[in-house]
């Protein structure tokens, strides 16, 4: 979900009495960020916790706290905020105002808000660990969660302000963020698989030295990221420096192409599709030395052989899998990307010359050109999360179709 898409949608951020309160105005910075409207209801507990003037200059709008009536002067009604919601998030969710939920109680007008909302009510409970392990707290969450509309981000394992430890934490802001994005992207991935490489690749050439590339593996988690938000269940094969998209979802952690190879092979058959976003090293030296080479010694003499092509060799076994490969290449990297596809039976090339400063390796945007057996698209210098959703568009429009009536996660 890119910003534009974000732009006319409108999120509700319910905000009820936990310590956890504080961290909601981060949630509500990046939720701006990400391009959406932002109306913050807080209980009266909450804002004990934290002034409703911060979370106002943070939005831009006037924030609602216990019954409300900001909004009711300029003619809105109690129900209205519900109806037109695109999202209910409820960050912190208390005990309490869960419990509530649970009952379909409205005694204030966050409650009400949900009771009078179609829309999708995603909840962010903390607590304390054993008011959260509480059965009636489980019972209370089981049986929100049970309605076709209600879902659950954490709480997480960790230190709790209460001085305790264990689960009651409340899930980080850019978590709970992707989960509110995935709820309003369209889920034309549900219910399908991807496998997603992303980053370099090191290849050892003593204990201390090795051979690598300038990829950050931005692109490949963005893809990544991108496909997740649109209902895809995704495991990322990433390789060293990269970093952790915070959807959480799985991620295998490999350092050599030769793991990159192993780890891909071993889950490649289970996916609906494979996207080799990792700039997997070419070449590897031929002997790894055992000891460091010491200065003294003089330069190396290092010969390289070639490692596996991964693409290739799933390209050999290719059954419905769709693949999607990368080609960087310094200038015109359309001719490449075109022999790419045929040599290796490659869905779709994204090819992109990384010779230039803005597009390419370590940078957030990127230029690419999109080349499958219909013909090339030259897309404009982008966001490295605009592009991939253009590739997860075109993703989807190659797979073949299929109806899945699974809830979201
Ligand atoms: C210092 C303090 C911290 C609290 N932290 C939490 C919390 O993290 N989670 C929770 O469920 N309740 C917490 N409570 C209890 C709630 O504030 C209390 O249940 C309140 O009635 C919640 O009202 P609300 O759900 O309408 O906001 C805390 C209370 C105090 C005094």
Not at 250 to 255: E, G, H, N
Not at 283 to 311: M, N, Y
Request: proline share 5%; aromatic share 4%; glycine share 8%.
């Amino acid at each position: 979900m890119t910003t534009e898409d974000s732009r006319s949608k409108l999120v509700v951020l319910g905000i009820s009495g936990g310590i956890a309160a504080y961290r909601s105005c981060e949630l509500a910075r990046l939720l701006v960020k990400a391009g959406f409207r932002v109306q913050v209801i807080m209980t009266d507990y909450a804002s004990r916790f934290v002034g409703p003037l911060t979370f106002q200059a943070l939005t831009g709008r006037p924030v609602e706290v216990g019954h409300g009536g900001t909004l009711a002067q300029a003619g809105m009604d109690h129900i209205d905020l519900g109806q037109e919601a695109d999202l209910v998030l409820v960050a912190p969710a208390t005990a309490n105002t869960l419990a509530k939920l649970a009952c379909g109680m409205a005694d204030n007008l966050l409650t009400t808000t949900v009771l009078a909302s179609t829309c999708p009510v995603l909840v962010a409970p903390a607590m304390n660990t054993r008011m959260y392990a509480n059965a009636i707290t489980q019972e209370n969450l089981l049986k929100l969660l049970n309605l076709e509309r209600f879902f659950q981000v954490g709480p997480d394992d960790g230190d709790l302000a209460c001085g305790e430890f264990g689960p009651g934490r409340m899930s980080q802001p850019e978590v709970i963020l992707a989960h509110a994005q995935r709820l309003l992207s369209p889920q034309d991935l549900a219910g399908r698989r991807l496998l997603v490489s992303a980053g370099p690749t090191r290849e050892a050439i003593d204990p201390v030295r090795f051979l690598s590339n300038r990829s950050s593996g931005r692109m490949g988690v963005a893809v990544a990221a991108a496909a997740w938000r649109r209902g895809a269940d995704v495991t990322l094969v990433a390789g060293p420096g990269v970093v952790e998209p915070p959807e959480g979802l799985d991620c295998v952690r490999v350092t050599s192409a030769a793991e990159m190879a192993k780890e891909i092979d071993a889950r490649a058959l289970r996916q609906d599709a494979v996207i080799m976003a990792a700039a997997v090293s070419d070449f590897r030296p031929r002997r790894v030395g055992r000891s460091k080479h010491k200065k003294a010694e003089g330069a190396p003499d290092i010969t390289f052989v070639r490692t596996a092509d991964i693409l290739a060799g799933l390209g050999r076994k290719k059954s419905k899998r769709l693949l999607v490969g990368f080609a960087a290449e310094t200038g015109d990297p359309v001719p490449a990307a075109i022999d790419k596809l045929k040599r290796k039976k490659i869905d779709l090339v994204v090819a992109n010359d990384v010779s230039q400063a803005d597009a390419g390796f370590e940078v957030e945007t990127n230029r690419v050109h999109l080349v499958d057996a219909k013909g090339v698209e030259s897309l404009p210098l982008m966001k490295k999360i605009e592009v991939a959703e253009r590739i997860v568009d075109r993703l989807v429009g190659l797979l073949p179709k299929r109806k899945s009536r699974r809830k979201r996660r």
